[in-house]
């Protein structure tokens, strides 16, 4: 009975000596500012800022076409060649109807001039002057109805030309050689430019709300930068700017709509990298790092409750602490934003062996550490 009651005295002693005993030997790292760039997520789609759809503007047979479907074009380049024969012959009878306009009324100003010279004579009459003036307002209207059809006929023949009205790149033609092309059948091809583009991507308003609180004092939207991670995961190397928030939120998901402009430059392969309705996740970071609290990302549990660390405390006792990560978070390190104070100690390895509230050994993590 006597050995029985020893024993169990013995027992929390046993429990803290080594492989039965002591508080556990455990890693810790201390809470600390590093330089952090501020980083959000989100699903985003390329656009091209401008779009055109090519029409025909006359009817006319289209005679050749002056591109390669795919190809990159510049603006004011000859891309449909339409018949120009009719719209010449047009031209030429609106040229000749100027002409003859111009000598009725040169002959009109003449017969004018005469019978304003007799109005003070014996053979002069009121009437005679009224009828010349009323016949050279009549040419001159004639005249003037003239030039704008000749202005038209040179408009048409003009359109037997479809030039591109935007440099980018053209996609595969609507119609072939050979067919009668309208105003009413539709895009010949279509131009989408190519540099820059533009990226859109939606927001939660909860979200935008605190990115907008964030970079108050640090310009708004200057002080961020739009980056690009593309389908491979490879960061797309050049950078852009947000520069538009769409005046309403989505009814359906308390969402509004961001747009950025980024530059789409050719690669040295030849190509580029972006193309029209492309998704890519658009990256908004800020353009300056800022000091933040750290700790290594091992440091960081999970549980039903939430993110937490284990704090070492008063008397070297494991305190639990819940804590908010920041989306700058990555694998290696983990930004606090709630929760702990810069200095205090974390554990990091031996988080097996802890229990809230109990004490630990702690030594720093990077140190060798007996009975660990």
Do not use: H
């Amino acid at each position: 009975m006597a050995a029985l009651g020893l024993f169990l005295l013995a027992g929390p002693a046993l429990a803290q000596m080594p492989g039965g005993g002591g508080p556990p030997a455990v890693g810790v790292a201390a809470v600390t500012r590093r330089p952090v760039t501020e980083t959000n997520e989100f699903i985003g789609r390329v656009e091209a800022v401008q779009r055109v759809d090519l029409m025909a503007r006359v009817t006319a047979f289209l005679e050749k076409r002056e591109f390669t479907d795919g190809a990159e074009v510049k603006q004011g380049d000859l891309l449909f060649r339409l018949e120009r024969g009719p719209y010449e012959a047009q031209l030429q009878i609106a040229r000749a109807s100027v002409a003859e306009a111009e000598a009725q009324l040169q002959n009109a100003n003449i017969t004018l001039s005469r019978a304003q010279a007799l109005l003070n004579t014996v053979a002069g009459q009121r009437s005679t002057v009224d009828t010349a003036l009323a016949n050279q307002r009549s040419t001159q209207a004639q005249l003037l109805s003239a030039q704008a059809q000749q202005r038209q006929a040179q408009i048409n023949l003009d359109y037997t030309e479809i030039r591109a009205p935007i440099a980018g790149r053209i996609g595969r033609a609507a119609v072939t050689e050979g067919n009668v092309v309208t105003p009413s059948s539709g895009a010949l091809a279509t131009i989408v430019s190519q540099d820059p583009m533009y990226v859109s991507f939606t927001v939660p308003m909860r979200t935008l709300t605190e990115v907008r609180a964030r970079y108050a004092e640090r310009g708004g939207l200057s002080a961020v930068q739009l980056r690009l991670r593309l389908p491979d995961g490879r960061m797309y190397a050049p950078v852009g700017q947000v520069n538009f928030v769409d005046i309403d939120v989505g009814r359906d998901t308390d969402s509004v709509l961001l747009r950025g402009t980024i530059p789409n430059p050719v690669t040295p392969g030849g190509f580029r990298e972006l193309t029209a309705n492309q998704i890519v996740s658009a990256v908004v970071e800020a353009v300056q790092p800022v000091q933040m609290l750290t700790v290594p990302r091992g440091a960081v549990l999970t549980d039903a409750r939430g993110d937490f660390v284990y704090v070492i405390g008063a008397e070297n006792k494991a305190e639990r602490r819940a804590v908010k990560m920041g989306a700058q978070s990555t694998p290696e390190l983990a930004v606090i934003q709630d929760g702990v104070r810069e200095g205090e100690s974390v554990i990091v390895d031996g988080l097996q062996r802890v229990r809230p509230g109990a004490p630990v050994s702690p030594t720093p993590a990077d140190a060798p550490r007996g009975g660990a």
